[in-house]
């Protein structure tokens, strides 16, 4: 199989005229080439003008054709798209001194202008030789003081003194917008009324808009200090955060479906949409939001949050065909897993630090200082942990206690307990109770077989300890019928072992040729000794096994369901053990026959290749499951003749039974998508359990890796380090930790710019960098750099408050201006980049649909819990379910939850919320785009769940008012704020008493000045 | 939210400047500009606009004006199709050994690796003498035709990636497909239809969804139309739902009026913000949309002999056949791009035949076999296969030896996509693959295939950007080459 990775054809067409080369001999090569100079090479004196030259014009800091730059050490030593080019230590077999030497005809160097002389050459040829020296002042890449604006130091200058609207300066951002204004000659627009502002800042802030009795109160309330008041109750309300956790869900991408080509659900990743939630309403300060949602699990072990929150990591796409089905080895599983990561990298860097440091995965970022080592740094800050469910305690008291028996079972099954403490007295004694207790029981007898029976014609051979093993015939499915005559007083469990034999495939314990088996039904019936034929079926539950195949677990042996069995893959090779409890003991003193009956009917040969049968009557069977042949024989012993390593042994095993049971007695975990370096395993989804080797890759060729890399982050932000040192490199959760600390320092000027760029961009319309993910050349620059640095200091010296600096953007006469039209102002500046009026929006996608439920009255203000699925499924042919949107119900529960809490299925986008813009989740959204197509128009005309919605409206209205005119006008109120106009009335009215009320929403809602804010 | 200024326009105009934000100034925009036909708006910033001295091309002259493209859901099989290799039959049972070293691998797992021969008989057929093997008999008929490229190669043997590689030339999703590219470059010929139209299998979608029609990072309004072409719904909130017994036809259309008015009197009262005007001119696209839907699937008008060479009223080609038919009529219509789907996702019915090849790949290729030959026919007999290209093609080829015991796994290291029509050498086959067919000789990565449709359409896929997250990104990536030697 060919695996061509993301690059590798330029590279592969590039190895097969090395190859060819190569067949040349080396003498050949050298006696074509000038010979070495023989003086010693000084870099900087002899060679760095020799390229800056010849060669800078196409491989300079300009131009870096075939990716190869010969400005800076780190790329011309490594070489472009064609390869390594200088070889140190060796000229003869460096690429560079054959292109300049002409080697090959199709590759001279320079391909213009005269060739370098043979002196020259020798030059080169020497410099090589003796090591390619290359001094650190002489590499552009040296040169890190950073020059870009986003770079630079924050500059905390005072808010200016404007000359003109002094009166409008409310707040400090007002100076700074003014004075941008009076440079270009413009001026602030006159505020907007009341009802355009209470309108704007609600949906604003909470994603709706406001009911009539809100606007009423706003404009009955003539205080100086009325617009404060609704900016604060809007604050306070739980709605903020749903409306913001939604923005920050675009942000990252984060979606309930893995995305790929199998399109599973995340049915557990709800808690972390509940984590931003509540976070934005508890107005968590920054620094604390982006530490807990890189490395929560690692910094609030005993906080629920911490784990929840790097629900943030796994919020991308996530490839389980690749990841689950894939061979382990192959190359396209190691380039899905570098993929993978490659996802989290640019959620977690464009996110938070508005870096496009993707870019480098291939090659150095061409344009920002950041390198492909600075890249790989990265890949190896996140190499040991995958996307997968993983466990917490909603209760922090029950968390603590979980790890510490969690610890406690670690160190038994590594037999890490202290000898002293096993042969402690207090643990002595609980092995003495326990031992009482045991031998009241007898511990496991075994069921010598008194008949075998094959339904499937195998042949049975019965063993001296017992077990059968099962050869010949190897029919597809097969059901054991075997009986005994166990020599107990009761007996209150049987035990199926299925053992290992050298004449099974993989040894077993299986007959199948994976070693699996599968064990559909276990069946027990007794009879008294002194009747065998009066059979009856005995009841069995709570089983248990030492090992449960995923999907296929022991339960499945007492369902009743021929379909369903307990299977052991892939742990084979082992065995492996189940036991069963009667739900009422037998009393045997009298003597019993008892039947068991094995049926294994899933087919394809799953069948036990060597089982054998036990019974009990110990009271306590938990504490039997797990008993090895050697405690079983310690047990047989008198306690007093017992060695100290006998007690131990029966020590260690009283402590991990007590242990299980503790654990068990806990209340159940819950589940949360997030990422974990320890996991069961899923196929061929294995966990890295310790940080995987991560190297720098040559075009990001998995095939060509150049060398190690060391957990790191940028280079390029000053005052901070970009290799991490960690005490522990195995550590992978102190690799996170690490680049939290990066990310949330005092001194990350790209953090605290991106952040306040993106509220204002969610305020505005437009950030102060109108890109707000990236803050490098190929980005924006800032409109107003100084506003921005102003409230970036100001924002993370204000505690990192999300809600103060909401509070202080909305409550500037920047923000309360009205939208105006002004043409002179238009001609130079149509974008409005410097605010000399407010910007209209359309509705986006979710205040549209939660505006429709607020409207009709029935919305659902829920907050929290598994996402409303607004569709139906079916079975799909694969993974995928098949998703129904147009036979959904949409008067059902789901449909009137707030969109926040909606769950967004990747590859199949609701069609109502896609016609609106809403992203798929597929890439991140910093920024929505809005269209107005015909599509759209059709979907606000015929939606299924809009007409709907427009009756609930209607009938809301028809509720509240009996007169016509009251109807219209509160239908203006609830959908635009304000009351219509005389004209609007009319008209309204009259299309009303011709076609009902609902007909009259469906038009308004589809208005401009519904679907518009100003 | 977005909370834009408003001279922003971003509206149906696929103009990156207007992206961009130069705005203002269109708010008297005229409805051809808004169809994205206007050269008013070419202010070059990457993507300038269709030029009529290009023949519609943006940056030279284009030769074919519409596409419609076959897609074979699931990998094609290249050694029993198109591409035969006589050593299969030679070495057929033996362990697969391709002698250079390199290690033999299997996504899904073939254990022995065994040679497994193709059961079918190959013959040469038209004046080109093009190979083709006894499952497709229909094509076989129109090979003089056809332009194959008989060594392409891929990234990936993961379903999922391998077809986001062939639709939007990466491996992840969250890219452009080339419908939503073309879409963005040259919007629409016809102001009724959406320019970028996608049929899928009756029984379903393919792998990945709709992923595959994404518009991506491009504004939405680019991203694949889904038509179900056997609902009677076939295109979303076309038309009322019929619960809604309170819509009309006499509410829906002084409804219309009635909106228009407010908003043409909201447009008057709010100067300077042309998306105002754009809302408007949506709905009145939208009627005509309305309007020429139903006329586009009333199927009466086409003769007896179209409608049986198409295969539409019989097994097994009557959903293949139905969608090849309206394919031609949308074509016909303006849309610019048609995907018809050949199998959905998942591991049967469609042509990821692991299991048996001898029984599998008949049955899904007898689906396609006659309508897509059918098609091409058509186009040219009606003149539109001088503008019009046509592409079959698929995410990858199957593998020289056997898995289980006649089926065959993925193979990314060669296969066969074949297309047909403007400005291409009919008759004519390029590439190379090995003699097992294991792994093309003279790779064609999907970015050449891609920089040829391009070419095709006047556009040079170097120069068709888009900046995304902080990169300009293109359908080929930093690849592509233009296939020039299967250019007439």
């Given amino acids: 199989m060919l695996l061509w990775c993301i690059a590798t054809i330029v590279v592969g067409l590039g190895a097969a005229t090395t190859t060819a080369r190569a067949q040349e001999t080396e003498r050949d090569l050298l006696s074509r080439l000038p010979k070495p100079a023989e003086k010693k090479i000084d870099f900087i004196r002899d060679v760095q003008p020799l390229f800056k030259e010849r060669c800078f014009k196409c491989h300079g800091p300009e131009k870096h054709k075939s990716d190869y730059r010969l400005d800076r050490k780190a790329d011309a030593l490594e070489g472009g798209s064609i390869g390594e080019a200088i070889t140190a230590g060796n000229s003869a077999t460096s690429m560079l001194i054959h292109y300049v030497a002409g080697l090959d005809e199709d590759m001279i160097m320079p391909p213009k202008g005269e060739r370098l002389t043979a002196k020259q050459i020798g030059v080169l040829r020497a410099w090589i030789d003796q090591g390619a020296n290359w001094p650190a002042e002489a590499d552009a890449a040296a040169d890190t003081r950073p020059t870009h604006w986003s770079l630079l130091p924050l500059h905390n200058s005072p808010a200016p003194q404007v000359k003109q609207q002094q009166d409008r300066v409310l707040t400090p951002i007002d100076a700074f917008v003014i004075a941008k204004l009076q440079e270009k000659g413009f001026k602030l627009s006159p505020p907007a009324d009341k009802r355009t502002l209470i309108r704007r800042v609600t949906f604003d802030l909470t994603g709706l808009p406001p009911t009539p009795a809100e606007v009423d109160a706003f404009i009955a309330d003539d205080s100086p200090q009325a617009y404060e008041r609704v900016v604060d109750r809007l604050l306070a309300s739980p709605r903020y955060g749903e409306r913001w956790a939604r923005h920050w869900m675009d942000i990252i991408h984060w979606a309930e479906t893995h995305g790929h080509d199998e399109d599973a659900p995340r049915d557990n990743a709800w808690p972390y949409r509940d984590y931003l939630v509540r976070s934005f309403n508890d107005d968590k300060p920054y620094a604390q939001f982006v530490r807990e949602q890189v490395a929560g699990d690692v910094l609030m072990p005993n906080d629920p949050q911490g784990v929840i929150a790097t629900g943030f990591l796994a919020a991308g796409p996530w490839d389980e065909s690749s990841q689950m089905g894939i061979q382990d080895g192959t190359l396209d599983k190691k380039m899905a897993r570098i993929l993978d990561r490659d996802d989290i990298i640019m959620t977690t860097m464009s996110t938070f630090v508005s870096s496009t440091v993707h870019c480098a995965r291939c090659h150095n970022h061409k344009f920002d200082p950041i390198s492909q080592e600075d890249y790989y740094s990265l890949q190896a800050v996140f190499a040991g942990v995958d996307r997968v469910d993983r466990a917490y305690d909603p209760d922090p008291e029950h968390g603590a206690r979980r790890r510490a028996l969690l610890a406690m079972q670690a160190d038994i099954k590594a037999g890490r307990v202290p000898r002293e403490i096993l042969l402690s007295v207090d643990v002595q004694s609980r092995v003495s109770a326990w031992d009482k207790e045991i031998a009241e029981g007898n511990v496991w007898t075994v069921l010598t077989p008194e008949s075998i029976e094959s339904a499937g014609g195998a042949t049975a051979t019965p063993q001296a300890d017992g077990s059968i093993v099962f050869s010949g015939a190897r029919p597809d499915k097969d059901t054991y019928t075997i009986t005994a005559s166990p020599r107990l007083d009761r007996i209150t469990a049987v035990r199926l072992e299925v053992m290992t034999d050298a004449s099974l495939y993989h040894n077993g314990p299986g007959r199948q040729d994976n070693g699996n088996l599968h064990l559909s039904e276990f069946k027990l019936f007794a009879a008294p000794a002194s009747d065998p034929a009066a059979m009856k079926p005995v009841e069995l539950h709570r089983p248990t096994a030492d090992f449960n195949q995923q999907g296929w677990t022991i339960e499945h042996a007492l369902d009743g369901n021929p379909t369903t069995a307990w299977g052991i893959y892939p742990e084979v090779g082992k065995p492996h053990f189940a036991v069963f409890e009667l739900k009422t003991p037998i009393d045997a003193k009298d003597g019993v026959v008892l039947k068991i009956v094995l049926e294994q009917l899933h087919g394809s040969v799953h069948l036990i290749g060597r089982p054998r049968l036990s019974a009990t009557s110990a009271p306590s069977i938990a504490s039997m499951t797990s008993l090895t042949a050697e405690l079983t024989s310690i047990l047989k012993g008198a306690p007093a003749q017992r060695t100290a390593d006998q007690s131990a042994a029966l020590a260690l095993h009283v402590l991990r039974d007590e242990n299980d049971k503790a654990l068990a007695a806990l209340p159940p975990v819950q589940l949360v998508y997030a990422v974990a370096s320890d996991f069961a395993a899923k196929g061929n989804f294995v966990p890295a359990k310790t940080p995987r080797p991560v190297s720098v890759l040559r075009r990001g060729d998995i095939r060509s890796p150049i060398k190690p890399a060391v957990p790191g982050t940028l280079g390029c932000v000053e005052g901070l380090e970009s290799r991490f040192k960690l005490d522990d490199m195995d550590d992978e959760g102190a690799r996170r930790v690490a680049l939290a600390n990066w990310l949330s320092a005092d001194e990350n000027v790209l953090t605290w710019r991106s952040i306040v760029n993106r509220v204002w961009q969610y305020h505005f319309g437009r950030g102060i960098v109108d890109t707000p993910n990236d803050f490098g050349r190929n980005g924006s620059l800032p409109t107003h750099p100084q506003l921005l640095d102003w409230l970036a200091v100001w924002f993370r010296d204000h505690g990192g408050s999300l809600k103060s600096l909401h509070r202080l953007i909305v409550t500037s006469a920047a923000y309360r201006q009205s939208v105006t039209d002004n043409e002179k102002y238009a001609a130079s500046d149509a974008d409005n980049h410097y605010l000399w009026r407010m910007n209209r929006t359309r509705l986006d996608a979710e205040e549209l649909r939660d505006a429709l439920l607020a409207m009709s009255g029935k919305i659902d203000l829920t907050m929290g819990g598994p996402s409303a699925r607004q569709f139906n499924t079916s079975k799909g042919v694969h993974v995928t379910p098949n998703l129904d949107y147009d036979g959904f119900d949409v008067d059902s529960p789901a449909a009137r939850r707030r969109c926040v809490y909606r769950f967004i299925f990747r590859t199949v986008p609701d069609p109502f919320m896609d016609a609106l813009d809403c992203p798929d989740a597929s890439q991140l959204t910093p920024k929505r785009t809005t269209s107005f197509t015909a599509p759209q128009a059709l979907a606000m005309l015929n939606d299924r769940f809009l007409l709907r919605y427009c009756e609930h409206m209607a009938d809301r209205l028809r509720r509240e008012h009996a007169d016509l005119d009251d109807q219209v006008r509160t239908l203006f109120e609830l959908t635009c704020a304000r009351p219509p106009t005389n004209d609007e009335a009319a008209a309204v009215g009259a299309y009303v008493k011709k076609h009902g009320l609902a007909n009259a929403c469906r038009v308004i809602l589809n208005s401009n000045d519904f679907m518009f804010v100003n | ?488």
């Fill in chain 2, 1 to 488: 939210m977005d909370r834009s200024s408003a001279s922003r326009i971003v509206t149906t105009i696929p103009r990156r400047d207007l992206l961009s934000g130069i705005g203002g100034g269109f708010a008297g925009i005229a409805l051809s500009q808004l169809l994205g036909q206007s050269d008013l708006l070419a202010k070059d910033a990457g993507v300038g606009a269709p030029r009529a001295d290009l023949n519609g091309g943006i940056h030279h002259r284009a030769k074919a004006k519409r596409i419609v493209q076959l897609f074979m859901n699931g990998g094609a099989s290249q050694v029993d199709t198109f591409d035969p290799k006589p050593r299969l039959t030679e070495l057929d049972g033996q362990k697969f050994d391709p002698g250079s070293g390199e290690k033999v691998e299997s996504v899904t797992g073939s254990a022995g690796f065994k040679v497994l021969k193709s059961p079918f008989d190959f013959k040469r057929h038209g004046d080109c003498g093009r190979w083709v093997s006894s499952v497709l008999p229909h094509m076989a008929g129109i090979v003089d035709d056809l332009t194959f490229l008989t060594s392409m190669v891929t990234k990936s043997n993961v379903h999922g990636l391998a077809s986001y590689m062939q639709n939007t030339g990466f491996v992840l999703p969250g890219f452009p497909c080339m419908g939503a590219w073309i879409s963005y470059a040259l919007g629409r010929i016809n102001d009724n239809l959406p320019a970028f139209i996608v049929m899928p299998d009756a029984r379903g979608l393919p792998y990945n969804n709709q992923g595959n029609f994404s518009a991506g990072f491009l504004p939405a309004q680019h991203q694949g139309t889904l038509v179900k072409a056997s609902s009677p719904n076939p295109i979303s909130h076309l038309m009322p739902p019929k619960e809604a017994g309170f819509v009309t036809p006499e509410s829906e259309s002084e409804g219309r009026e009635l909106l228009q008015q407010m908003n043409r009197a909201y447009q008057e009262q709010h100067p300077g913000d042309s998306r105002l005007g754009a809302r408007i001119e949506s709905y009145e696209l939208a009627a005509k949309m309305q309007l020429s839907v139903p006329e586009l699937f009333d199927l009466k008008g086409e003769s007896k002999d179209t409608l049986s060479a198409y295969g539409v009223n019989e097994a097994p080609t009557e959903d293949f056949g139905r969608r090849c038919l309206l394919a031609r009529r949308m074509l016909e219509r303006g849309v610019r791009f048609v995907q018809v789907w050949s199998g959905a996702g998942g591991p049967t019915k469609n042509w990821d035949n692991h299991a048996n090849i001898p029984t599998e790949l008949p049955a899904i290729a007898s689906q396609v076999d006659k309508p897509a030959a059918a098609l091409v026919r058509d186009l040219k007999q009606r003149g539109m296969l001088e503008d019009t290209l046509v592409i079959w093609t698929t995410e990858f080829g199957r593998m020289p030896f056997s898995q289980g015991s006649a089926g065959r796994d993925h193979n990314g290291g060669t296969f066969v996509t074949w297309l047909a029509g403007a400005g291409l050498k009919p008759g004519v086959a390029y590439g190379e693959s090995d003699e097992w067919g294991w792994k093309a000789l003279t790779p064609i990565p999907c970015y050449d295939l891609h920089a040829t449709i391009l070419h095709l359409l006047g556009i040079d896929h170097t120069k068709l950007t888009f900046r995304h997250n902080g990169i300009d990104r293109r359908l080929t990536d930093v690849h592509g080459h233009v296939l020039d030697p299967i250019l007439a």
